[in-house]
Antibody, heavy 115, light 110 residues
Framework: QVQLVESGGGLVKPGGSLRLSCAAS????????MSWIRQAPGKGLEWVSY????????YYADSVKGRFTISRDNAKNSLYLQMNSLRAEDTAVYYC????????WGQGTLVTVSS | QSALTQPASVSGSPGQSITISCTGT?????????VSWYQQHPGKAPKLMIY???NRPSGVSNRFSGSKSGNTASLTISGLQAEDEADYYC??????????FGGGTKLTVL
């Protein structure tokens, strides 16, 4: 079955950087588009970024455009999110998701931006 | 990228039916049949309940149904059960973002 496992979260100071990873298994990763979706503590869901199966099409939410970079390595069945110039408002659990209607989600990784 | 509008909370007694609305615009909910609904229990990842307005993924109870009229989508849960108590979120493909979520609705089973 589909398994998505996020990693790379942690505590970082404002202005710092962090790279999240999402390891995929149980499906043909190179056939599927992927997204990062986040949830601030006690808040709702916010779509962050999308990448097509080949990596040729990428979208970002306005709130992260110019600071975050999504990428994937189909040979390693892995999705990434490079986060630069982090702000307090980026504090959230970050989920990777895939499938029709975003049918499959990982368990999430917590990113805390604080001095 | 304005969030879709959902009621903050709804409640119902076991066995009853409830409906959660999700209001957008012609650029999102009204313009595309790509509305999804998610259930989220505390501390857990969201779970897809409805996709493409009214389709249920395999394994989701038929007590959950989705519909859309104009710029408003709806999730109906019939035969309410205690385990349905959770937060529910809608999402839609949009002409700009290109995805947007609703603010979420807390369902309380009385």
């Amino acid at each position: 079955q589909v398994q998505l496992v996020e990693s790379g979260g942690g505590l970082v100071k404002p202005g710092g950087s962090l790279r999240l990873s999402c390891a995929a298994s149980g499906f043909t990763f190179s056939d599927y588009y992927m997204s990062w979706i986040r949830q601030a503590p006690g808040k709702g869901l916010e779509w962050v970024s999308y990448i097509s199966s080949s990596g040729s099409t990428i979208y970002y939410a306005d709130s992260v455009k110019g600071r975050f970079t999504i990428s994937r390595d189909n040979a390693k069945n892995s999705l990434y999110l490079q986060m630069n110039s982090l702000r307090a408002e980026d504090t959230a659990v970050y989920y990777c998701a895939t499938g029709r209607g975003w049918s499959d989600w990982g368990q999430g990784t917590l990113v805390t931006v604080s001095s | 990228q304005s969030a879709l509008t959902q009621p903050a909370s709804v409640s119902g007694s076991p066995g009853q039916s409830i409906t959660i609305s999700c209001t957008g615009t012609s650029s999102d909910v009204g313009g595309y049949n790509y509305v999804s609904w998610y259930q989220q229990h505390p501390g857990k990842a969201p779970k897809l309940m409805i996709y493409e307005v009214s389709n249920r993924p395999s394994g989701v109870s038929n007590r959950f149904s989705g519909s859309k009229s104009g710029n408003t989508a709806s999730l109906t849960i019939s035969g309410l059960q205690a385990e349905d108590e959770a937060d529910y979120y809608c999402s839609s493909y949009t002409s700009s973002a290109p995805w947007v979520f609703g603010g979420g609705t807390k369902l309380t089973v009385l």
